[in-house]
């Protein structure tokens, strides 16, 4: 007797996943980072709550596109402000990636009220709720600007790394509210999960460059296409960390998977200051009007950060040349650079 067929596989659906243990949660999914982490997700078998304040197609058309988001995304309109939607979002996840952070469109009149508390509030919603759900683990998005500023007690040429801390006060001081909102978040995470027994480890990822999903350009690639069109603004001649966006993907992916992965992990492969960055822009992109070697300001370079402990863990990264041929590249295709529209520094990035 012949052999029964065996029976054609069906598509792979959210409560498929949910028994094997792999549907999670990203918030702020269709931001620049969130993206390319719900691609890379949904690449890997996962199934993906994405979470987003606004779900109209404007906003999330990218995100239907992609393999496998037919079946395995589902996107929920929330709040980080509103501990409900956040929530009904991880309600069935085992798993949490926190990248959303409210940043305010309009100044800042009251940074306490409009950017320091949302900052720490969204996150402890976001954590009593990944408790309520009994996640595995949740995945806090820092950044680099919780390392690097002004670090009290820190020896100016010691290699920056996780337990090295931007001193809050002194950003406080500068009124750079932004590093202020990453620091008191991010330390407000990792003490909650050592109150609650919530296992919780975040990323420090440096400046994000790459192609984008996203249809809005986010101000680390104008950070980028400002050096290549030029403009009227000052910038200081810092020592830039760069990471590649995809990368930054995969490092979250592998905090989240990895056993050993405890506490704060620094992203920040790649540093170059503004003068060296504008040189190699210049020899391997000629023609453009390029910002002025005068708009650069002088500025002493502490010790650059060290990206070790995610190394350890077995992540690797694209060269920098890549990174910024890609990013180059992608912003000329979708005529970010041709457009004639008036360019300028983000002014977020004059602050950290």
């Not at 007797?1 to 996943?17: H, T, W």
């Not at 404007?58 to 239907?64: E, G, N, P, V």
């Not at 979002?89 to 469109?105: E, K, L, M, R």
């Not at 007690?153 to 406080?172: A, V």
């Amino acid at each position: 007797m012949a052999p029964m067929p065996m029976p054609m596989p069906m598509p792979m659906r959210v409560e498929d996943n949910a028994v094997s243990g792999k549907t999670v949660c990203v918030t702020g999914a269709g931001g620049f980072i969130g993206s390319w982490l719900v691609k890379l997700l949904l690449s890997r078998g996962y199934a993906v709550h994405g979470t987003l304040r606004d779900i109209g197609d404007k906003k999330t058309a990218h995100l239907s596109r992609l393999d496998a988001a037919a079946d395995n995304l589902k996107l929920f309109k929330a709040d980080l402000l509103d501990y409900d939607t956040m929530a009904a979002a991880i309600a069935g996840c085992h798993g949490v990636f926190h990248v959303a952070t409210p940043v305010p469109s309009q100044k800042l009149t009251d940074p306490e009220l409009q950017m320091l508390g949302p900052a720490v509030t969204g996150t402890t919603n976001v954590l009593k709720a990944a408790s309520a759900a009994n996640v595995q683990r949740v995945v806090v998005v820092s950044s680099m600007v919780a390392v690097e500023i002004n670090p009290k007690d820190w020896p100016h040429g010691k290699i920056r790394d996780e337990n090295c801390w931007s001193d809050q006060e002194f950003c406080r001081s500068i009124e750079s509210w932004y590093p202020v909102a990453k620091i008191t978040a991010e330390a407000a995470a990792l003490e909650y999960g050592r109150e609650t027994g919530l296992d919780v480890v975040s990323l420090n990822p440096s400046l994000v460059f790459g192609p984008m999903l996203q249809p809005t350009v986010n101000a680390s690639n104008q950070f980028l296409i400002y050096f290549l069109k030029g403009g009227p603004d000052l910038i200081r001649d810092k020592l830039w960390h760069l990471v590649d966006v995809r990368d930054v993907a995969e490092a979250l992916l592998l905090v989240y998977e990895a056993p050993g992965a405890a506490g704060r992990h620094i992203c920040a492969p790649h540093f170059i200051t503004a003068r060296e960055l504008l040189g190699l822009l210049k020899s391997m992109y000629p023609g453009y009007p390029y910002i002025a070697e005068e708009s650069i300001c002088d500025m002493d370079h502490p010790a650059p950060m060290t990206s070790g402990k995610l190394e350890k863990l077995g992540w690797s990264c694209r060269s920098l040349r890549d990174t910024i041929t890609d990013a180059v590249d992608f912003c000329r295709e979708a005529g970010f650079l041709e457009d004639g529209a008036p360019c300028r520094f983000p002014p977020l990035l004059n602050k950290i």
